[in-house]
């Protein structure tokens, strides 16, 4: 049985709903012996920012026993490079290429949207599909990450918005009491989508030595362990908007990702399973087809939000 896998998400439009999340699939270049891009419903390379950045001292990633943690801190060789050099190649994969972006200020944000931008206007073919806002990045003026604060979140996606005509997709950190607020804020902005979740923070201590394991201290918690609080967020961030979710955390299998979907994700993002797995992308997307079909379903979108939540007295 063949099963029509395409999904839109806004304005963007994706072959199949399995995407490479940020920071894990490098510029996609690393990823070429391992991959078949042209499979992949999109891949998201890394972070770029305003200007070059060294990132976080080392050790920047650690083993714990409850998954990966990190704090590579945005290490980048900043737009100018990344339009120069990343971008003929990201541009050229047979796939969608969502540039992800993260700045300092939303003056910046802006000022980086409308390079990309300008950028699709000036090349000669189509280049960038979307650009996703990492929003869990300090936000200089007021000391919190912008994705903390749904009113900074929603500055930042309308600065965007009228900076540049790509679709754009709202990363959210789950480092806070309630992202559904956060992800009104953005919908409401203009957010085609809103991608959950970024990593949750943690930490890892050598006791013996009286100190952190990683260079800066804290970083991110990634991996199979955060998948559970990742299904939570997805589903709650479902009730509450309208806007499309692409669901990220700890995606692995290819019921992982039926999982998202039928929590409410219209599209996923496979992370840290890329590291130990670097084919595991395109072997989710072969999967998915397949589980559909012996389910009977012709369509992904026919599984999208589709769980049923019990009823409580
Ligand atoms: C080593 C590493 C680097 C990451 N770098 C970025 C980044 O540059 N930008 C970003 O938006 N997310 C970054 N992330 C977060 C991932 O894109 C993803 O949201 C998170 O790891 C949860 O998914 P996972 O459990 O499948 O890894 C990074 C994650 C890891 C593990």
């Known amino acids: 049985m063949s099963v029509e896998l395409g999904v839109e998400l806004g304005r963007l439009r994706l072959r199949n709903p399995v995407l490479v999340a940020s ?21 998201v390379p890394k972070t ?61 944000f802006a000022t980086m949207a409308g390079r990309l931008g300008e950028h699709i206007r000036k090349a000669d073919r189509p280049g960038i599909d979307a650009v996703e806002l990492n929003l869990s990045c300090p936000n200089v003026s007021g000391g919190v990450d912008f994705g903390t604060n749904a009113e900074r979140a929603a500055e930042v996606v309308r600065a965007v918005r009228e900076s540049c005509d790509l679709p754009v997709i709202a990363k959210l950190t789950p480092n806070v009491t309630d992202v559904r607020p956060i992800a009104e804020a953005a919908a409401k902005a203009g957010a085609d989508a809103v991608s959950l979740i970024n ?15 990683l260079g800066a201290n804290l970083g991110g918690l990634s991996g199979p362990a955060i998948k559970p609080v990742a299904l939570r967020i997805v589903w709650q961030v479902a009730q509450a908007v309208d806007v499309p979710i692409i669901g990220i955390g700890g995606i692995a299998t290819v019921d992982d990702v039926l999982q998202f979907l039928v929590a409410g994700a219209s599209a996923v993002q496979v ?43």
């Open 48 to 108: 770029v920012t305003p200007l070059p950045r060294t990132g976080n001292p080392p050790p920047r990633t650690v083993e714990t026993s409850g998954g990966m943690l990190n704090s590579i801190g945005l290490d980048n060789d900043g737009i100018d490079y990344f339009l120069e050099n990343h971008v003929p190649y990201l541009s050229g994969l047979g796939t969608a290429f969502v540039a992800n972006i993260a700045a300092r200020t939303t003056e910046e």
């Open 199 to 213: 990593t949750l923070q943690g930490m890892a201590v050598d006791w013996r030595a009286r100190k952190p394991i």
């Open 271 to 313: 992370g840290t399973a890329n590291f130990y797995n670097p084919s595991v992308s395109s072997t989710l997307v072969d999967g998915l087809a397949a589980a559909l079909g012996e389910e009977g379903v012709s369509r992904v979108t026919d599984v999208i939000g589709t769980l049923t939540a019990n009823e409580l007295g």
């Open 23 to 43: 920071g894990t699939f490098g510029y996609a270049r690393e990823m070429a012996a391992f991959v078949d891009f042209t499979k992949l419903g999109g891949i």
